[in-house]
């Protein structure tokens, strides 16, 4: 198909998507544009999987200019992430439909939301440097505004102010990288880039690159509120529920989606995969602590966020890409139906009698969860290991889900819960193990050559990785063992920390001088 013919349906709705500013057009005139360019997105990104699944990769070329221009790149990455940005920004657009209707300035918010999504999927069919720095700029302007659109809330400015901020710095390191990427490989076509990049080897590797791939590590982890930068997140909440859900299940995996498009990049730079595996483990795991210290249901989502965004670049930092692309693609679906449906969910808690079952804290049954859960783990994983080799890194990757289950068994087993809520527990147990090793595999087949083959872990590596276990292991068995001291002064003065996330937001709060904001006149 002819380059031009293709670039131009695949920007087509990004076009539509611009019309909806248009004054002439009434309301469900937007709407119905805005819905029609999601809809195409989708059948475009579907029919983009099938293709580059059994072709090359395409780059096509709308306007072209030297190597830069714009170009987009379809391959089975862009090609997935182009496909579910389509679905999650139609299901958000359509819940906006009724969430704000009577708002005065319902066409303004359609507008400003249809504008950020188009710079999204720009951003993952980006062809050149200078498309992919211009759409992830672009992301945060958009996002800018959709914090802003009601100004008068204090919270939101004060977001959106911290926001900004760390943005800029985000992108100050993004351009730096480009910068020494492009003047090292003398090209800004990501085409020819990974092409280059895959025949150097990390004792080859220019110091250039080395730095080029720590400063693509920074500025992913402060696109995807990584500690200490994730304060702004916790301010969001005066924002529209649609803005929130875009937010925790798209923007944020601008951050994971950089690290995966420059795989063979990162793969090769042994310090940025350090700081991935040290600043996404540490993320994971303050986000889990502090999400469970919440009273408030979206405050407790947006520490999840922070967990899974540092679990999804940590695995990255491990070298299994595809892992990583699965969780971050099941995490986006989770977390905006999470969003969307906090409302109805908080109501439904309110208005019913929900069973509330109690801990007997009893060593035998304790016990007999973690024999069940070791068995059951082991069992399923030694199936999975006759029957394909298994790394290192998914090992470690699989004992952290299995971490998961036992906190779920002990919790389960040493209780009041009945026979059925024991059978369900042994059921999704082994359809959470199972299905991680299946779909890890379904997308590293996918993904084919457009990420490294899994690396072996340097002795550094390990150790931190293995420290990091240890960390994640204490944790688990302290939330479950020692739950019982709940009501101790030590534990409810504890409690009092975590619920304020360690103070980090109010740091940054006084670092950035967010605190004396002006008041609107």
Known sequence: MNSLILSSLFIFPALLFSLSNFRFLSLRKSYDLVQFGLYTAIILGLGAMVWTHFNEPIHASL????????TI????????MYTMIGIIGLVVVRYSRNYLDGEKRHKQFIARLATTIAFVQLLVISGNLAIFFISWVGTSMGLHQLLLFYPERKKARLAAHKKFIIARMGDLTLLSSFILIYLQLGTADLSQIFEQVQNLSRETLPFQLELAGILLVASACLKSVQIPFHGWLLDVMETPTPVSALLHAGLLNAGPFLILR????????????????????????????????????????????????????LVCGLGVYAASLLHLVAHSFYKAHSFLSSGSLIEKVQTSGADHYKRSYRIGRIILAVITSVVLYLGITSFWQNSMEMEFQLSVISGIIFLGILSLHINTLDSTNGGRSIIYLIVGSLLVVNCFYLFEHAFAFLLKNQ??????????????????????????????MFSQFANSLFFRRMEIHFRNGLYLNHILNRFMNSLTLKPIK
Do not use: N
Not at 271 to 297: D, E, K, M, R, Y
């Open 63 to 70: 306007i072209q200019y030297a190597d830069f221009g714009l």
């Open 262 to 313: 420059f795989a063979y990049l990162i793969d090769l730079t042994s310090t940025a995969t350090i700081v991935l595996i040290i600043i996404g483990g540490l993320s994971a795991l303050f986000g889990a602590i502090i999400a469970i210290t919440q009273p408030s249901i979206k405050t407790s989502l947006a520490y999840s966020s922070i967990g899974h965004m540092g679990f999804t670049l």
């Open 451 to 480: 990420i490294p083959s899994i690396r072996t872990l340097s002795e550094t590596d390990q150790g931190i990785v293995l420290g990091l276990m240890i960390l994640f292991t204490l944790t688990v068995l302290s939330q479950s």
């Open 73 to 80: 790149r379809l391959d089975a990455l862009s090609s997935l």
